[in-house]
């Protein structure tokens, strides 16, 4: 998971979070000076600490199928949207 914003000069950019039997991300806001990872059974909880991320923010999860793993993201009624490179 790459994440990274402007708004604190990309500190986090490029943190890599292991997704090792996750099922589930969920993002929300986070109060600590850097973005903080907490797994919780199978669901990695991202939280950001920047002012235009909501508390609950947004989730992805993997689904996977006989053949391929594919992921699939929601908004979770945030106040900015969610958007992946710029595009909603």
């Known amino acids: 998971i790459y ?3 402007p708004e604190n000069d990309f500190q986090d950019a490029g943190l890599v979070l292991p997704l090792d039997d996750v099922r589930a991300v969920r993002f929300g806001r986070g109060s600590g000076p850097a973005i903080a990872a907490e797994r919780i059974g199978s669901v990695l909880h991202i939280a950001i ?3 235009w991320v909501s508390s609950v923010h947004a989730e992805l999860r993997a689904l996977t199928t ?5 992921f699939d993201i929601r ?3 945030s106040r900015n949207g969610t958007y992946i490179e710029r595009q909603a």
């Open 49 to 51: 600490p920047l002012g």
């Open 3 to 5: 994440i990274g914003s």
């Open 75 to 77: 908004d979770l009624g």
């Open 66 to 70: 006989s053949s391929t793993l594919e």
